[in-house]
């Protein structure tokens, strides 16, 4: 598939993909949705090891493309936005969450409503300093979506969550740092630098990462007994794993590890 709203490349073992609207803040239309989806089953089959989730141009997402028109009609050509999200946001989300790989998200400039989501449903997020966060829901008389009410009062507390979306400020990438929402805040300049090194640690890592990266997903709703059993389940699997006998076998030789994802 040749992509327009996204661009996609693998740089060693880290698959690299943007948000191509630049002229837009890369503010997503079902055409982007629909090319993300395609992108992230392509990633999924290939042999990429992390996923490192960024925007092109000045800023990572500012949040679904209201005026996603059909050239020549004066109808907007986006389903009502309950529909949108059903086909064809929750079908991605759901893609990206059910990942076998970590992901990391570099966030340039702002990253609003949907864009914020996406941000923080990443593993590991790296932020610019001058980057923001912002639920812009309410300043159009809308609600959180891209599961954003889901994440948030788990990551930053319920009143903070509140906060946020009744609100609707602007979160400074400090201050979303300091509230456990994101990992790192580095200079505009270091952005990508230090988000791939951090992909790459993540992609030259064992295969059990995938199997931590389910574990904590399912953690949010689990019970403790379901989460043991998880664990026990999972434990099952990585020690099965050549990744596995490398590790020890490294640890015995007191060398680094050389992990092969296998």
């Known amino acids: 598939m040749e992509y327009k709203n996204v661009i996609l490349q693998q740089v060693g073992k880290v698959a690299v993909l943007k948000l191509n609207a630049p ?10 949705v629909a090319e993300l989806s395609h992108a992230v089953s392509a990633i999924q089959h290939g042999d990429a090891r992390c996923l490192l989730l960024t925007g092109e141009g000045r800023g990572f997402c500012a949040g679904a493309n209201i005026r996603d028109f059909d050239p020549g009609s004066s109808a907007m050509t986006m389903p009502p936005s309950g529909s949108a999200l059903e086909m064809h946001f929750h079908p991605l989300i759901n893609k990206i969450r059910n990942m076998e790989i970590p992901m990391v998200s570099a966030v340039n400039g702002l990253a609003v409503g949907v864009g914020m989501s996406f941000a923080i449903m990443a593993d590991m997020v790296v932020a610019a300093r001058s980057a923001y966060f912002l639920q812009a829901f309410a300043r159009i008389g809308l609600v959180p ?59 030259n890592g064992p295969r059990s990462l995938g199997m931590i990266r389910r574990l904590y997903w399912e953690s949010l709703n689990n019970s403790f007994e379901e989460q043991l059993q998880l664990e026990s389940e999972m434990q099952s699997k990585a020690s099965a794993t050549s990744d596995n006998r490398e590790g020890i076998q490294a640890f015995l030789e007191k060398r680094d590890a050389k992990f092969t994802g296998q």
């Not at 002229?23 to 982007?32: F, Q, R, S, Y």
């Not at 009410?149 to 602007?170: D, F, N, T, V």
């Open 23 to 32: 002229e837009a803040l890369n503010a997503m239309t079902l055409n982007m």
């Open 145 to 203: 979506d891209g599961g954003s009410s889901y994440y948030l009062p788990r990551i930053i507390g319920w009143k903070r969550a509140q906060e946020l979306s009744m609100l609707a400020e602007k979160l400074p990438a400090e201050t979303a740092q300091e509230w456990g929402l994101i990992n790192r805040v580095v200079d505009d300049n270091l952005l990508m630098d230090e988000a791939m090194a951090l992909a790459e640690r993540l992609a």
